[in-house]
């Protein structure tokens, strides 16, 4: 995973760590079995991250549109498995347009980088996340619980 970081920030690809390892990272959840990303709905970042793919030999794990601008501004979710390392982590979904948060921009300007097993990464807002996490899925409003109580605490 380590390597595919490095991969997207060498070819210039603008994304977020969205979700689980989010959630995780700022001490909201304790485990998530994926990466997920946010990607750039443009042509450069996504052909930066075909390639950076390619560079650590990633390939398709589940039903996955052909990875191309026009899919990631319809909000198509794309599925990829990557070499294991030493996390254990090797499943990575991408999306470019996630439900509830705007584009790209505004949400990157909001962003924290913060210091990973990967390297130093841009990772959604709070703000941001929480949105994210308005789902259906019941365990999700235990991790926005914790997000708001975080993000309390360091404003206090």
Same mark, same amino acid.
């Given at each position: =995973?380590?390597?595919?970081?490095?991969?997207?920030?060498?070819?210039?690809?603008?994304?977020?760590?969205? *979700?689980?390892?989010?959630?995780?990272?700022?001490?909201?959840?304790?485990?998530?079995?994926?990466?997920?990303?946010?990607?750039?709905?443009?042509?450069?970042? $996504?052909?930066?991250?075909?390639?950076?793919?390619?560079? $650590?030999?990633?390939?398709?794990?589940?039903?996955?549109?052909?990875?191309? #601008? *026009?899919?990631?501004?319809?909000?198509?979710?794309?599925?990829?498995?990557?070499?294991?390392?030493?996390?254990?982590? @090797?499943?990575?979904?991408? =999306?470019?347009?996630?439900?509830?948060?705007?584009?790209?921009?505004?949400?990157?300007?909001?962003? *924290?980088? +913060?210091? #990973?097993?990967?390297?130093?990464?841009?990772?959604?807002?709070?703000?941001?996340?929480?949105? +994210?996490?308005? #789902?259906?899925?019941?365990?999700?409003?235990?991790?926005?619980?914790?997000?708001?109580?975080?993000?309390?605490?360091?404003? @206090?």
């Amino acid at each position: =995973m380590r390597s595919f970081f490095r991969s997207l920030e060498a070819r210039g690809c603008r994304y977020l760590l969205i *979700s689980g390892q989010a959630s995780v990272l700022y001490g909201a959840a304790v485990f998530s079995e994926d990466v997920d990303l946010w990607v750039e709905p443009r042509t450069a970042s $996504v052909r930066a991250l075909t390639l950076a793919l390619r560079d $650590v030999g990633a390939f398709v794990h589940k039903l996955t549109p052909p990875l191309e #601008t *026009s899919h990631f501004r319809r909000g198509h979710g794309f599925h990829f498995r990557l070499p294991g390392d030493a996390t254990g982590l @090797s499943f990575l979904d991408v =999306m470019g347009r996630p439900p509830r948060v705007g584009s790209l921009g505004p949400a990157l300007r909001r962003a *924290s980088r +913060l210091d #990973t097993a990967w390297g130093i990464l841009p990772v959604v807002a709070i703000q941001d996340l929480v949105e +994210l996490k308005k #789902t259906r899925r019941p365990a999700d409003y235990d991790i926005i619980t914790n997000l708001a109580t975080i993000e309390l605490a360091a404003k @206090s």
